[in-house]
């Protein structure tokens, strides 16, 4: 039912990431407890990219401590998922308005993403994927009764 | 456009965690790195539910740190999210199957859990929220607009 692979691009991983689909993301706190926050995700090559912003609990706590757990569901299937564990080997500020437009293109279909300010500077994220685990579609019955009850 | 709220009782907070949301909870694992994975949740009163089975990673992380992070989006507006912080003060095997069945009728319109098996012995964690935050809709023009041009 599940597997492992080593590379985010495997297809059904690159599908996931390049969908709509929000990203979970985990981070440790300095008292060592757990964080998670949806975001935005994007893949350059066999390299995960998240874009936050200077100040946020999640680019704090990966300058702390660079590592981090994602979790994606596919939003045609949730029970189809990918779990990623990695290191956040860089953060940068170049290109990161843009690539936050180029984010909101994709999510919200905006020509820009809505939130820029002048206060916020903005913090891409780069994250070498060590560990991944792939859960293909599965439960398909169920999600076809269920719409066909929800319709 | 956000707020702190300490209940799970307040109405926004229950409808997302009893709708067919997916949670995704963050643990530690035992070398303090983090690890995230869906879940389907439900709620007693002010407690959070999980169930999970004995030998999980989330279950064997919760034994040795009770510290958990939680995530949900809402499925009408993803941009309306929440997330609690909290602790797993209790772990029980009692019931634990009947509620894998309740959750399956939920969340997948099944009559039971399409997973049981005797080699899995199923166990609810029970957290106690202690920080809560909120997000409220927003974006709904970019999202009316994107469902517009997909379909």
Redesign the interface.
Known sequence: MSRRTDKITDENIVRLLEGRN?A?????RKD???????TWIDRDNDTILVNTAKGRVKQKNVSR?P?????L?DDQN?YS?V?I?GKVTEQTSQGADEHIDKLARRY???DKY?GHSPDIKRVILKIKPEKIFFVPPR?QQ??S??NH?MG
Chains 1, 2 share one sequence.
């Open positions: 929000f979970f993301l985990a981070t440790v060592g407890s757990p964080q998670v926050t949806p401590d590592r981090v757990s994602i979790s569901v949730p998922m779990t564990s919200l279909n905006a809505p439960y169920y999600l009764k269920r009850n």
